[in-house]
């Protein structure tokens, strides 16, 4: 199964996605890591410090990977 960011991109370890929540919006950027062959966005500094990326949908709603300098 391929975890696709909300303009079709296929997400996987190596990646950043970037999601905000809350009101205000907090704009968190999070690395995707592969832990046992689980992704997760590690965010370090908010609660979680980290997500499955599978679940992540149902708590921000959207998301996007972000493009590589």
């Known amino acids: 199964m391929s ?3 909300d303009d ?3 997400v996987a370890a190596g990646d ?3 999601f905000s929540y809350g009101i205000p919006g907090t704009r968190v950027e999070a690395p995707i890591v592969d ?3 689980t992704l997760f966005a ?3 500094g908010h609660t ?3 997500c499955k990326l599978a679940d992540l949908r149902k708590y ?3 998301f996007w990977k ?3 300098k």
């Open 42 to 44: 590690m965010t370090p």
């Open 3 to 5: 975890i696709r960011d």
């Open 35 to 37: 832990i046992n062959g």
């Open 8 to 10: 079709g991109q296929p």
């Open 16 to 18: 950043t996605i970037t």
């Open 60 to 62: 921000v709603g959207v």
């Open 66 to 68: 972000l493009k590589r």
């Open 48 to 50: 979680p410090e980290k």
